[in-house]
């Protein structure tokens, strides 16, 4: 227990901390949704660099498993992980777009997934809350598969900053409340 009060001590110093890291990711946010195309091509940057790395890490395992069996396999999935990094940044619009129709159907079949389990379990309170979730993913979704293509270049942008600005306010909703006698 005395651990435990330690930490919080130790956090509650840092208050001013999660406060200006806020007020920074509220900037960035603005900045990413005020330069959506910008930032959707950074974001696609990013991505292709982990796959990048990710398909070279997975290709060094590959050809340390020697006799494992499926060596080919693990090269033949990092290979393509490498391609994808590439293209990434050789044909970032590409890959926005696919990543933007990727995202349209993941929120589309989460949404109508969210709302079966709620209906699964009506008997829990507040259970609309997460209908009204599926709903709006629905929503959502649909809206990007209609603009798809075109929205692509700006969408992955758009939710960089909206991320960004949650992210932002959720950080300075913590520094407050630390910075309280009684937190």
């Avoid at 999660?18 to 949704?33: K, P, Q, T, Y």
């Avoid at 129709?101 to 989460?110: A, C, F, M």
């Avoid at 932002?168 to 009684?182: D, H, Q, R």
Wanted: positive net charge; contains cysteine.
């Amino acid at each position: 227990m005395i651990a435990n009060e330690n930490i919080i001590q130790h956090v509650k110093q840092k208050a001013n901390w999660f406060i200006v890291i806020g007020v920074i990711l509220i900037i960035l946010g603005c900045l990413a949704l005020g330069y959506q195309f910008i930032a959707t091509v950074f974001s696609v940057y990013f991505i292709g660099s982990l796959l990048f790395i990710a398909g070279v890490i997975q290709v060094i395992h590959a050809f340390n498993l020697k006799g494992f069996g499926q060596t080919a396999l693990w090269a033949i999935m990092g290979i393509l992980y490498i391609f994808i990094g590439v293209m990434s940044f050789l044909q970032p619009l590409a890959v926005s777009s696919a990543l933007t129709l990727l995202i349209s159907l993941l929120l589309t079949i989460s949404g109508f997934s969210q709302i079966f389990v709620a209906m699964s379990n009506r008997n829990l309170p507040r259970w609309g809350w997460v209908v009204f979730s599926g709903i709006i993913n629905i929503i959502l979704g649909f809206m990007l598969i209609t603009g798809w293509p075109y929205d692509s270049i700006w969408v992955l942008g758009m939710f960089l900053g909206i991320d960004l600005i949650f992210q932002g306010f959720a950080y300075i909703t913590i520094g407050l409340a630390l910075k309280k006698p009684n937190a």
